[in-house]
Each structure stands twice: as C-alpha cells, then as structure tokens.
C-alpha cells in the first residue's frame, strides 16, 4: 500500500465548512469512537465537573419542588464558572472559557437570570460531555438524554473530591439558587470551584484518571483509553517521524487499524471539501455562478478529484474489512468513481448548501459565497509531508489530541501547555 499520507500534521480536520456534513456524521462518529472510546467532546476535567454538578443540583431543586430541568442548571453552572473566569481574566479569552462576548457587562445577575434563555451560548460545553458523563459513570439514565441522567455515587464523590468537602458547596449553590440571591454573594472558594481556568484537587483528578482507564458496564474501552493515553504521552515527549507501519506496542493490531483507516477516512473527507470549494471558487469567478457537469473541467479541480480518488481507493484497501465502515465505504466507491464528473455530481448531491446540483447544473447554494478568495492554494490536496507543528499523525481523530490534553489537566500541566500551544491547537469539532 502507498505511504504518501499520513506523516506528522494537525489535529484540526479543517473545520465545519459552513455546516457541510456530505451525509457523513455517522461515520465521522463511529471512527471517533473507534479511536478513544466513551470521551465524546471532553478535553478537561473541569467540563465534566460543571456538567455533573448541574445535574446534581437540579435533582435537588426538583426534590424542593422546584421546577427545572438538568439542561437549564447545568448551563446556569457552566455559565456562572466562565462569568468567574472571565472576571478572574479581566476580560481575557481562554480556549476553556466560553460566552466573553454574551457574559460581558454582566453583573449582580441571580440564578434565575442565568437560567433565562439567550444568557449564555447556545451551544455549552455540556453538549460535548453527554457521553463522557455515563462511560465514566458519573450519571445513570437509560439512553442518552440529558435530562433524563441522574448523579450516581461515584458522580457524588467526584463532586465532593472537587469541592474539597462532603456537600457544603452544593448546599452553598442550592441555598444561593433557591433564595435568589445575587452573584456577589458567592464567595471565592465557590468561584475556584467553578471557574475552568482552577485546576481541580489532586485527589479529584486521581479520582477521574483512574476511571478513564477503568472498563465499566455496559459502557467499555479503558484499555483502548489508557492505551492512547500511553502512546500520545511518548508522541509528545519524543515526536520522531510517524510511519503507519510501525504499531506501537500499547496499541493493539485491530485499534491500530481502526485509527488508521479513520485517519484516512478523515483524510477523504478533507479532500472532497477541497474539490468542493475549487469548484465553488471557480464558479465564483465566472461571469454566470454555475457548472454544467460533462464540460472541460478544470485543472486545479482535476488534480484535487485525481487525489480524492486516490485516497478513496486507499480507504478501500483495508486488509482488515470486516472493520470498515459501511457510511464511509461507499462514499469512497463515490470518490473513487473512474468519471471525473460522477465525482462532482455525488459531491455536490451530498452537498446541497454551497453548492446544489439541478440536472446537470451545479448551482450556487443558500451558502455560497460569491466573492472570489485570493491566492486560491494551488497545493491543497496534494500529498503532506512531513510537518513539525504536531506530534500525532496528520487526520488522525481529534479525540486522540483531547485525551491527551485532558491527560495534562489530570497531571497539572495543561495551563501551562496552553500557554506554549500555537494558535488553533485546541479545535472545536465534531464528537
């Protein structure tokens, strides 16, 4: 098999691309999973701690009869521990913090503001924990509704290990909720509690990492977790040129295999974004914004659907077969199409926001975007190299970076790894 992907490269998968999915989400899913099971969006501790107290004080409101649900606390608590960051910060931005534009101005706010509709963001970090809160059995619920989890012992004991105490904090938040006081009055050991910028007790976060690797029913995959753990602390400490063929022993062959064929499926799937936006760009240059398949395609384009169609076929020659997805195999029968123009049009079919396919027109979309960008790259899609920004593997799952920053937080160091980390090397993607 060819080796001409794959070397050391970024974690980022190259964003949302204005919200197209190409009708991949489930396998975008399954290769995460794949890679570090149960972990969901989770990258530090303190997520899960502001997600499981908020389950645990709206059990108790509920128990006092007040109505509310576990989604409206827990953004009220994830919001009130960024409101004590942000203030901490003077302001300042950290990739751990979220609302500095919604909570700026804010002051003198109770807890029925904070639970107002429109206070905080619309999308929390709780989203991201839903999963990592039940493999980690810190909540119980059949399925996985929010709403639906309740605080387990273990959550309990993880929320007291945080605190420091045994319930004096959360009584201290329900207190403060139920007699609608104001945002001053919480105190700073509440503050410290909260804020994601604090790292947790020592004994909390032994607590937690001893769980990570910890296989509980029916929630498994700590040894998969510990084995990633393992290998990306000596990724980091000794970044050497990466090569597929050499499995590290703390991997397992079927693991190693499925991170990666995700790191090429992911890698497929950049691609197709890339043929998508030359066709987008070059449309936006033309007199009249459309394409009609069957013409002379163009050169730029032809070379990034030759190499969509190579890596398609790599995807497809997993010795192991029974292990590849069925969603992301046959997009990669599509990429692979021997008709330059069968590609473009299964593309743009998958698309349908940027670009839409009437007939044999390919059509601007609702999210095209008409102006033309500068200096379009002439190298995109073409075969990386080696690439010194990061230790793993280019397209690899960014689960396997989160682990590895969350392993940071469980020892103490994240703060500081943040403060050295480039630009974008925390990404918000896709679970």
């Known amino acids: 098999m060819s080796m001409i992907w794959g070397l050391l490269g ?32 989770v990258w530090y501790a303190k997520q899960l701690l502001l997600a499981v107290l908020g389950i645990a004080l709206a059990q108790q409101l509920r128990e006092r009869q007040v109505n509310v649900s576990n989604i409206t606390v827990a953004n009220a608590i994830e919001a009130l521990g960024c409101y004590f960051a942000l203030k901490h910060n003077q ?13 700026r101005g804010k002051a003198d706010f109770d807890f029925q503001a904070l639970c107002k509709p429109g206070f905080y963001v619309s999308q929390p970090m709780r989203m991201g924990t839903v999963q990592a809160l039940l493999t980690l059995g810190l909540v119980r619920a059949q399925g996985e509704r929010f709403n639906a989890f309740m605080c387990t012992a273990f959550g309990y004991e993880f929320i007291n290990a945080c605190c420091g105490d045994d319930g004096t904090q959360l009584e201290l938040l329900l207190q403060w909720a139920q007699k609608g006081r104001s945002v001053n009055q919480l105190k700073a050991p509440t503050a410290a509690v909260l804020s994601p910028l604090q790292l947790l007790p020592a004994q909390a976060r032994a607590l937690l990492s001893r769980r990570l690797n910890t296989d509980l029913a029916p929630a498994r995959g700590g040894s998969q977790r510990a084995a990633i753990r ?51 760009q070059y449309m936006a240059a033309s007199s009249q914004p459309q394409f009609r398949l069957g013409e002379s395609i163009p050169e730029l384009i032809s070379a990034r659907i030759g190499h969509l169609r190579e890596l398609a076929r790599l995807f497809l020659d997993n010795p192991l077969a029974q292990r590849t997805d069925a969603v992301a195999a046959h997009f990669c029968r599509e990429c692979s199409a021997p008709e330059a123009s069968h590609v473009l049009a299964s593309l743009v079919s998958r698309d349908g926001r940027v670009l839409r396919l009437q007939g044999k027109q390919v059509l601007p979309g609702s999210a095209f975007q008409f102006q033309v960008v500068a200096d379009i790259d002439q190298s995109a899609g073409e075969p990386q190299g080696q690439v010194a920004e990061d230790a793993l593997p280019a397209w690899i799952s960014p689960r396997v970076k989160r682990l590895y920053q969350l392993d940071l937080d469980l020892q103490g160091q994240l703060g500081i790894w943040l403060e050295q980390a480039p630009p974008g090397a925390v990404a918000e993607v896709s679970l």
């Open 10 to 41: 970024p974690e980022q998968l190259g964003g949302e691309r204005r919200t197209r999915t190409l009708d991949l989400g489930a396998a975008v899913r399954e290769y995460n999973e794949r890679a570090v099971p149960g972990m969901g969006g």
């Open 91 to 103: 302001g300042q931005g950290d990739s751990r913090v979220r609302g500095s534009e919604k909570l």
């Open 230 to 280: 393992s290998w990306a602390q000596a990724r980091y400490a000794h970044p050497t040129v990466f090569d597929w063929r050499a499995r590290p022993n703390e991997i397992d062959a079927e693991h190693w295999n499925d991170l990666h064929y995700g790191a090429l499926f992911f890698q497929v799937q950049d691609a197709a974004y890339q043929v998508l936006d030359g066709l987008e």
